[in-house]
């Protein structure tokens, strides 16, 4: 089979088109990685070859020997659908977790994400707690953004907002959402907080940048950023109009909607304001 005729090849294709297609990816905004399942790499064992062993910036033990596919560093969204031999790579790590070369892709060079440090974290905190979670989704999401500017930046306030402005919200993230607060890019320091945040979440805001998902599929991590999102948009909508809600959905309706779609909801998220 061709390496882009796989399944999981297309799936991730399309995921990044759909991402640049809701306007988070300007320019090489945004980030994905996807961790290949063991009989997935058999299928495109023939079109892989072994670049050379570069240090990951981060360790991942929990990795070692994992292949995974992943946006290129300074590669655009919008090129994935067109040109993907060019935008995205597949690496394979060493037996440490400390190192990664590149076994297929970025075809005129390059290599993968600057958040590759971020992604193989998360990866890891992800696989510890559930085998079945695959998918890590950086996007430049422009209402999460916005609300950096004027919410506090707490985990309660976050999720509590969100919830709030679309009913959906608390069954689709009961967990909660994550706030990391302003730190630069792409090393290891925010790659620590925001697996941090990952072993309580599958959602963490960064500030004044965007926000990572993480999820057992692309229809699922992909909804998910989706919903935190629109959520966002209906905040910034209704913050426009006023500053006040006439009514909204209560901590009592929050705990209606738990027991009738049987998820638990945190109490420390039902805070009296
Ligand atoms: P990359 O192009 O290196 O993936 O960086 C984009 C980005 O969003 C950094 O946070
Ligand atoms: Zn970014």
């Known amino acids: 089979m061709s390496f882009l005729d796989a399944k999981?090849?297309?799936?991730?294709?399309?995921?990044?088109?759909?991402?640049?297609?809701?306007?988070?990816?300007?320019?090489?905004?945004?980030?994905?990685?996807?961790?290949?399942?063991?009989?997935?790499?058999?299928?495109?064992?023939?079109?892989?070859?072994?670049?050379?062993?570069?240090?990951?910036?981060?360790?991942?033990?929990?990795?070692?020997?994992?292949?995974?596919?992943?946006?290129?560093?300074?590669?655009?969204?919008?090129?994935?659908?067109?040109?993907?031999?060019?935008?995205?790579?597949?690496?394979?790590?060493?037996?440490?977790?400390?190192?990664?070369?590149?076994?297929?892709?970025?075809?005129?060079?390059?290599?993968?994400?600057?958040?590759l440090p971020s992604h193989l974290m998360n990866h890891e905190v992800k696989k510890n707690q559930n085998e079945?979670?695959?998918?890590?989704?950086?996007?430049?999401?422009?209402?999460?953004?916005?609300?950096?500017?004027?919410?506090?930046l707490k985990d309660e306030v976050f999720t509590r907002e969100l919830w709030e402005m679309a009913t959906e919200c608390p069954v689709v993230f009961p967990d909660g959402i994550g706030v990391v607060p302003w730190m630069v890019p792409g090393g290891k320091e925010i790659a620590v907080a925001t697996s941090e945040l990952m072993k309580k979440y599958d959602l963490a805001v960064w500030a004044h940048h965007g926000m990572f998902a993480a999820g057992e599929d692309f229809d699922l991590t992909f909804g998910l950023m989706h919903t935190a999102e629109k959520s966002a948009e209906i905040l910034v909508k209704m913050l426009s109009m006023q500053s006040n809600k006439l009514q909204t959905i209560t901590p009592d309706n929050f705990r209606d909607l738990?027991?009738?779609?049987?998820?638990?909801l945190p109490e420390r998220f039902l805070y009296k304001k």
């Open 132 to 152: 079945k979670y695959r998918v890590i989704y950086h996007a430049h999401t422009t209402n999460i953004i916005a609300l950096t500017f004027v919410l506090p």
């Open 258 to 264: 738990a027991r009738d779609f049987h998820v638990t």
């Open 8 to 115: 999981f090849v297309q799936g991730f294709i399309r995921m990044a088109n759909d991402g640049w297609e809701q306007g988070w990816h300007e320019r090489n905004g945004g980030n994905l990685s996807y961790r290949v399942k063991p009989k997935e790499v058999e299928e495109v064992k023939d079109c892989m070859q072994a670049g050379e062993w570069e240090p990951i910036g981060a360790n991942v033990p929990g990795l070692a020997k994992e292949y995974f596919l992943v946006t290129g560093s300074g590669k655009y969204f919008r090129n994935v659908i067109i040109n993907p031999e060019d935008s995205i790579c597949m690496i394979e790590l060493d037996d440490k977790g400390e190192n990664y070369r590149i076994a297929w892709g970025l075809v005129n060079g390059g290599r993968p994400t600057s958040e």
